[in-house]
T-cell receptor, first 112, second 110 residues
């Protein structure tokens, strides 16, 4: 198993540009989520999904959209990037009835 | 979900036990205590979790006080590779959100 994969590893955007951060898992996990981590802070939940076709907002959802058309993929979309979205983004997944979350390696995003 | 309080940083000598405390005085009866760690910019890694009994696995032990208002993660023989930020999280097993907080930065010293 590849586990949780994220692409790209690093991205630079200009203010106002849009982009999609990709997340995929091959463990057939129902639950997937996106976090952002800013310097000196813990992880904050952006959006999560409990299964294909079901998504919900987390702690800091503004400026981000998600969709879950398949069990494997959970992309995060930035419609109009802002410097405040400069951060490291982590995707995670787990089985619905298990407690262990598996995290991807992260995507480092810089918005100029 | 209940909030947690952890010291911002700790040091531990290599080979000694590392005891990381966590206060969760507002924890509810159905909330579990979880511990994750994050090694230098990598994705967080699950360590252990428990409800009210002490738990042990191949990575660590979790000691939860009888009133469940605090807990301690124990790394029995710390190595340099255990240097990381350790997060204590409380969450109901029916909840979908993990609130990570700022954690404890553990430095294992040779």
């Amino acid at each position: 198993n590849a586990g949780v994969t994220q692409t790209p590893k690093f991205q630079v955007l200009k203010t106002g540009q849009s982009m999609t951060l990709q997340c995929a898992q091959d463990m057939n996990h129902e639950y997937m989520s996106w976090y952002r981590q800013d310097p000196g802070m813990g992880l904050r939940l952006i959006h999560y999904s409990v299964g294909a076709g079901i998504t919900d907002q987390g702690e800091v959802p503004n400026g981000y959209n998600v969709s879950r058309s398949t069990t494997e993929d959970f992309p995060l979309r930035l419609l109009s990037a802002a410097p405040s979205q400069t951060s490291v983004y982590f995707c995670a997944s787990r089985f619905d009835r298990e407690e262990t979350q598996y995290f991807g390696p992260g995507t480092r995003l810089l918005v100029l | 979900d209940a909030k947690t309080t952890q010291p911002p940083s700790m040091d531990c000598a290599e080979g000694r036990a590392a005891n990381l405390p966590c206060n969760h005085s507002t924890i509810s009866g159905n909330e579990y205590v979880y511990w994750y760690r994050q090694i230098h910019s990598q994705g967080p890694q699950y360590i252990i979790h428990g409800l009210k009994n002490n738990e042990t696995n191949e990575m660590a032990s979790l000691i939860i006080t009888e009133d469940r208002k605090s807990s301690t993660l124990i790394l029995p023989h710390a190595t340099l590779r255990d240097t990381a930020v350790y997060y204590c999280i409380v969450r109901a097993n029916t909840g979908n959100q993990f609130y990570f907080g700022t954690g404890t930065s553990l430095t294992v010293i040779p």
